[in-house]
Protein backbone atom coordinates (compact mmCIF):
# COMPACT_ATOMS: atom_id res chain seq x y z
CA UNK A 1 0.00 0.00 0.00
CA UNK A 2 1.50 3.36 -0.90
CA UNK A 3 0.60 6.51 1.58
CA UNK A 4 0.91 9.68 -0.33
CA UNK A 5 2.83 12.37 2.03
CA UNK A 6 0.53 15.44 1.22
CA UNK A 7 -3.27 13.81 1.98
CA UNK A 8 -1.97 10.86 3.91
CA UNK A 9 -4.84 8.49 1.81
CA UNK A 10 -4.11 5.26 1.71
CA UNK A 11 -3.92 4.36 -2.24
CA UNK A 12 -3.85 0.65 -3.25
CA UNK A 13 -1.44 -0.33 -6.18
CA UNK A 14 -3.30 -1.20 -9.30
CA UNK A 15 -2.64 -5.01 -9.38
CA UNK A 16 -5.00 -5.10 -6.20
CA UNK A 17 -7.95 -2.93 -7.59
CA UNK A 18 -7.31 -5.31 -10.90
CA UNK A 19 -7.60 -8.76 -9.23
CA UNK A 20 -10.70 -7.36 -6.85
CA UNK A 21 -12.11 -6.46 -10.29
CA UNK A 22 -11.86 -9.99 -11.66
CA UNK A 23 -13.09 -11.61 -8.49
CA UNK A 24 -16.13 -9.16 -8.18
CA UNK A 25 -16.52 -10.16 -12.33
CA UNK A 26 -15.91 -14.18 -11.77
CA UNK A 27 -18.63 -13.77 -8.62
CA UNK A 28 -21.08 -12.15 -10.85
CA UNK A 29 -20.88 -14.71 -13.48
CA UNK A 30 -21.21 -17.43 -10.79
CA UNK A 31 -24.38 -15.82 -9.19
CA UNK A 32 -26.26 -15.21 -12.83
CA UNK A 33 -25.40 -18.49 -13.82
CA UNK A 34 -26.59 -20.18 -10.40
CA UNK A 35 -29.62 -18.18 -10.74
CA UNK A 36 -30.52 -19.03 -14.61
CA UNK A 37 -29.46 -22.82 -13.32
CA UNK A 38 -32.03 -22.48 -10.21
CA UNK A 39 -34.32 -21.24 -12.62
CA UNK A 40 -34.13 -23.51 -15.45
CA UNK A 41 -34.97 -26.48 -12.60
CA UNK A 42 -37.65 -24.94 -11.67
CA UNK A 43 -39.55 -24.67 -15.08
CA UNK A 44 -38.83 -27.83 -15.82
CA UNK A 45 -40.38 -29.73 -12.76
CA UNK A 46 -43.14 -31.85 -13.07
CA UNK A 47 -45.45 -32.51 -10.15
CA UNK A 48 -45.76 -35.76 -11.41
CA UNK A 49 -44.35 -38.41 -9.06
CA UNK A 50 -41.59 -39.96 -10.51
CA UNK A 51 -42.30 -43.26 -8.81
CA UNK A 52 -45.77 -42.41 -11.09
CA UNK A 53 -44.06 -40.99 -14.15
CA UNK A 54 -41.96 -44.25 -14.37
CA UNK A 55 -45.24 -46.79 -14.71
CA UNK A 56 -45.98 -45.63 -18.28
CA UNK A 57 -44.21 -45.18 -21.24
CA UNK A 58 -45.62 -41.93 -22.25
CA UNK A 59 -45.28 -38.42 -20.80
CA UNK A 60 -47.82 -37.35 -18.38
CA UNK A 61 -49.46 -34.18 -19.12
CA UNK A 62 -50.86 -32.16 -16.40
CA UNK A 63 -52.29 -28.81 -16.15
CA UNK A 64 -49.61 -26.05 -15.17
CA UNK A 65 -50.81 -24.12 -11.79
CA UNK A 66 -50.48 -20.53 -12.55
CA UNK A 67 -52.63 -20.96 -16.05
CA UNK A 68 -55.34 -22.38 -13.71
CA UNK A 69 -58.81 -20.52 -13.20
CA UNK A 70 -59.12 -18.89 -10.37
CA UNK A 71 -59.76 -21.25 -7.42
CA UNK A 72 -58.77 -24.36 -9.47
CA UNK A 73 -55.53 -26.14 -8.09
CA UNK A 74 -54.02 -29.22 -9.36
CA UNK A 75 -54.25 -32.06 -6.20
CA UNK A 76 -50.84 -32.51 -5.72
CA UNK A 77 -51.29 -35.76 -3.79
CA UNK A 78 -54.02 -37.20 -6.06
CA UNK A 79 -51.66 -38.53 -8.67
CA UNK A 80 -51.89 -42.38 -8.93
CA UNK A 81 -51.47 -45.41 -11.30
CA UNK A 82 -54.73 -47.19 -11.16
CA UNK A 83 -54.52 -49.47 -13.87
CA UNK A 84 -51.28 -50.90 -16.15
CA UNK A 85 -49.90 -47.99 -18.46
CA UNK A 86 -52.48 -45.33 -17.14
CA UNK A 87 -52.45 -42.61 -14.84
CA UNK A 88 -55.06 -40.38 -12.91
CA UNK A 89 -54.98 -37.55 -10.81
CA UNK A 90 -57.47 -34.47 -10.19
CA UNK A 91 -57.80 -30.70 -10.29
CA UNK A 92 -60.25 -29.43 -6.93
CA UNK A 93 -62.09 -26.18 -7.12
CA UNK A 94 -65.22 -24.64 -5.93
CA UNK A 95 -65.30 -26.48 -2.58
CA UNK A 96 -64.09 -29.60 -3.40
CA UNK A 97 -65.55 -29.99 -6.93
CA UNK A 98 -63.29 -32.04 -8.80
CA UNK A 99 -61.66 -32.62 -12.58
CA UNK A 100 -60.64 -35.97 -12.95
CA UNK A 101 -57.71 -36.58 -15.53
CA UNK A 102 -57.18 -39.61 -16.83
CA UNK A 103 -53.71 -39.95 -19.26
CA UNK A 104 -52.92 -42.96 -20.76
CA UNK A 105 -51.37 -44.65 -24.01
CA UNK A 106 -53.67 -43.58 -27.30
CA UNK A 107 -55.78 -46.10 -28.77
CA UNK A 108 -56.16 -46.53 -32.28
CA UNK A 109 -58.05 -43.87 -34.43
CA UNK A 110 -60.76 -46.33 -34.99
CA UNK A 111 -60.89 -47.34 -30.87
CA UNK A 112 -60.82 -43.24 -30.60
CA UNK A 113 -63.62 -42.45 -33.21
CA UNK A 114 -65.94 -45.70 -31.09
CA UNK A 115 -65.33 -44.07 -27.63
CA UNK A 116 -66.19 -41.00 -28.73
CA UNK A 117 -69.54 -42.19 -30.60
CA UNK A 118 -70.60 -44.35 -28.00
CA UNK A 119 -70.03 -42.39 -24.97
CA UNK A 120 -70.43 -38.45 -26.42
CA UNK A 121 -72.32 -38.49 -29.71
CA UNK A 122 -73.40 -34.88 -29.06
CA UNK A 123 -70.32 -32.97 -28.52
CA UNK A 124 -68.28 -29.57 -29.47
CA UNK A 125 -64.99 -29.86 -31.18
CA UNK A 126 -62.06 -27.95 -29.42
CA UNK A 127 -58.84 -27.04 -30.33
CA UNK A 128 -55.86 -26.77 -28.71
CA UNK A 129 -52.36 -27.04 -29.38
CA UNK A 130 -51.73 -30.17 -28.00
CA UNK A 131 -54.86 -31.58 -30.63
CA UNK A 132 -58.46 -31.66 -30.56
CA UNK A 133 -60.80 -32.08 -27.97
CA UNK A 134 -63.95 -32.63 -27.68
CA UNK A 135 -66.31 -31.48 -24.97
CA UNK A 136 -69.98 -32.96 -24.27
CA UNK A 137 -72.30 -35.08 -21.57
CA UNK A 138 -72.20 -39.18 -20.31
CA UNK A 139 -74.41 -39.41 -17.39
CA UNK A 140 -74.59 -36.01 -15.96
CA UNK A 141 -71.01 -35.35 -16.48
CA UNK A 142 -69.01 -33.54 -18.35
CA UNK A 143 -66.46 -35.55 -20.87
CA UNK A 144 -63.61 -34.41 -22.57
CA UNK A 145 -61.43 -36.69 -24.70
CA UNK A 146 -58.25 -34.93 -26.02
CA UNK A 147 -55.65 -37.34 -27.85
CA UNK A 148 -52.69 -35.54 -28.19
CA UNK A 149 -50.96 -35.26 -31.01
CA UNK A 150 -47.66 -37.96 -31.33
CA UNK A 151 -48.50 -38.15 -27.37
CA UNK A 152 -51.26 -39.76 -25.19
CA UNK A 153 -54.69 -39.41 -24.82
CA UNK A 154 -56.32 -37.55 -21.90
CA UNK A 155 -59.75 -38.46 -20.90
CA UNK A 156 -61.74 -35.60 -18.37
CA UNK A 157 -64.13 -35.93 -16.19
CA UNK A 158 -65.81 -33.21 -14.49
CA UNK A 159 -69.26 -31.95 -12.72
CA UNK A 160 -72.09 -31.53 -15.52
CA UNK A 161 -72.53 -27.70 -14.21
CA UNK A 162 -68.76 -27.09 -14.69
CA UNK A 163 -67.99 -23.15 -16.28
CA UNK A 164 -67.71 -24.28 -19.44
CA UNK A 165 -65.12 -21.31 -20.77
CA UNK A 166 -63.48 -22.29 -17.50
CA UNK A 167 -62.54 -25.82 -18.47
CA UNK A 168 -61.21 -24.27 -22.09
CA UNK A 169 -59.10 -22.82 -19.39
CA UNK A 170 -58.20 -25.78 -17.50
CA UNK A 171 -57.37 -27.38 -21.14
CA UNK A 172 -55.09 -24.89 -22.07
CA UNK A 173 -53.28 -25.18 -18.88
CA UNK A 174 -52.00 -28.95 -20.08
CA UNK A 175 -48.44 -28.96 -20.54
CA UNK A 176 -46.00 -31.73 -21.53
CA UNK A 177 -43.67 -32.18 -18.45
Do not use: C
Amino acid sequence: MVVDDESEVAVAPRRTRGKRNIIAASLAVVLVAGLAGWSLIQKNSSPVPKRIAQKVSFPVYYPEQAKLPGGYTLDLQSFTSPVKNGVAYAVVYSGGKKIVFSVQAKPSDNELQSFNGNYIPLHLDYQTALGQAEIGAYHAQTLVSLPVIDGPWIVMTAPSDINQDQLKQVIHALRKP
